[in-house]
């Protein structure tokens, strides 16, 4: 088998014949960071590192393991510069997903079939990524299309005035790009930048948000905005589940402390956000939104990254010790049949308790894609092969690219159908499923499932 040739992750005839079923299906994801204003102004891209690593904390981190000098990754160097750089080691990086995304990138989204990345090959395929670049055809909305991205869901925050997804829609002559609601900066009272953001999205609303009952207010209406902007779901980061008992008037408290600069405790901490967890939930809830839950990413563990980057720079890992399965059941248990969950871990170990969940909670609560660290290769075959087993394939919430690159958005995709097909071609070698099922069931999962469930 050579490097990513047609048989690229798929280990028999009958996982290539499951492939060949959905490979060429149209992409829903419900989950992503894309630069929305970019897709609008529809700009070429300048250069080969804007596509590959301008934004790809991934390949921050790799050049971090080999050495690189921070230079040559966030610093002031030219983007060429960065470019021989990541080069320079990238044979180096060989094992990890980060090698194979970046030459899917190339060969599927540019086109450059043959390309390598090496120290040798460096200055070549600058020239050669920076030409494929400056076609009409390699615009953002156009590798869209090439990529056939029937709907996707940017994250955007309360706050924000939604317009450059009308724009992208208007020129895609359909509803391609959704917004998804993220309000996370309003529920996380910890953060230093908490007061500031309550003035601004009061600012937004022409609002004064002097307590927790205006605060829910104007998320309200923000909420309906949104709604009115095509959002299907909201989307919340926590390091761990809350159970959601706590009542109005402790959290009312707690958000006074916190308006007057008082030192709050992890407690008072909980409740604030633990109520308004909820309270967002029963937005999502009337609204038959998906409630999106990114579980258990500790953020900026290393102060060299903090201190002189700031946060979201590659400084974020997971915990295994995170309590997740006794708060997060309370929480479920007060929306049993009224709100839909997807559920994403960022520790492999959490998986199998999140299926478990999953199982118990029925047709409304699913398991989202293997997220982050465990979107790989032997992280979606991992997950796969378990949820198959404990919880019900049919009931997959669907992958998801969590990419700030377009460029990725097929590489992601294309990895975990072939995932997919070779794990659900085992199933039928061994005499575990016929193989009308087995096709049914990829297709289900790649694009059927998803869609109904996010109602896209």
């Known amino acids: 088998m050579a490097f990513l040739d047609d048989n690229y992750l798929l280990g028999s005839d009958t996982a290539v014949s499951l492939y060949n079923e959905i490979k060429n299906l149209p992409v829903v994801d419900a989950h992503n960071h894309s630069d929305v204003a970019e897709i609008a102004v529809n700009n070429n891209y300048s250069n080969a590192w804007q596509v590959v690593a301008a934004t790809d904390h991934y390949v921050w981190e790799m050049m971090r393991k080999r050495g690189i000098d921070e230079r ?51 200055k070549e395929l600058w020239g050669k990524i920076n030409a494929a670049l400056a076609m009409p055809e390699k615009r953002p909305q156009q590798l869209l299309k090439a990529m056939n991205v029937e709907v996707m869901c940017s994250t955007d925050d309360p706050a924000d005035v939604i317009e450059n997804h009308d724009k ?12 998804t609601w993220r309000p996370d900066k309003a529920v996380n009272i910890f953060s230093p930048a908490w007061k500031a953001y309550i003035k601004r999205l009061g600012d937004r609303y022409s609002t004064e948000i002097k307590s927790v009952d205006e605060l829910v207010e104007v998320l309200q209406k923000s909420h309906d905005y949104f709604a009115e902007k095509g959002c299907v779901a909201s989307d919340h980061g926590i390091e761990y589940p809350l159970s959601g008992d706590t009542t109005r008037e402790t959290a009312q408290n707690v958000f006074r402390k916190a308006m007057a600069g008082e030192t709050l405790t992890r407690a008072e901490i909980d409740d604030y956000m633990s109520y308004l967890t909820v309270q967002i939930a029963e937005m999502d809830a009337k609204s038959g939104w998906v409630f999106q839950m990114h579980i258990g990413a500790v953020r900026d563990i290393r102060d060299y990254l903090m201190d002189n980057l700031g946060p979201d720079s590659g400084g974020d890992v997971s915990d295994h010790m995170i309590d997740i399965v006794k708060p997060l059941g309370k929480f479920l248990n007060k929306f049993d049949n009224r709100l839909k969950v997807a559920l994403y871990c960022l520790e492999a170990g959490h998986q199998a308790s999140l299926a478990t969940v999953a199982r118990a909670f029925g047709a409304n609560v699913r398991l989202g894609s293997a997220w982050w660290l465990n979107d790989s290769p032997i992280g979606m075959r991992r997950q796969l092969e378990y949820i198959g087993s404990v919880d019900l394939f049919y009931n997959f919430a669907g992958m998801v690219s969590d990419s700030r690159k377009i460029l990725s958005y097929g590489s992601r995709f294309e990895m975990f159908r072939r995932i997919l097909a070779d794990v659900t071609a085992q199933h039928v070698l061994r005499g575990q499923m016929p193989m009308e099922c087995a096709v049914n069931m990829v297709k289900h999962m790649s694009y059927y499932g998803p869609k109904a469930f996010y109602a896209l």
């Open 72 to 122: 040559y990754i966030t610093g002031d160097a030219a983007p060429e510069e960065k470019w021989l750089k990541l080069c320079s080691i990238f044979p180096e990086i060989v094992g990890n997903p980060v090698y194979e995304w970046v030459h899917l990138d190339l060969r599927r989204g540019l086109g450059l079939t043959d390309a390598l990345i090496s120290p040798e090959t460096g």
């Open 168 to 179: 992208v829609n208007a020129a895609a002559g359909k509803i391609q790009v959704r917004p």
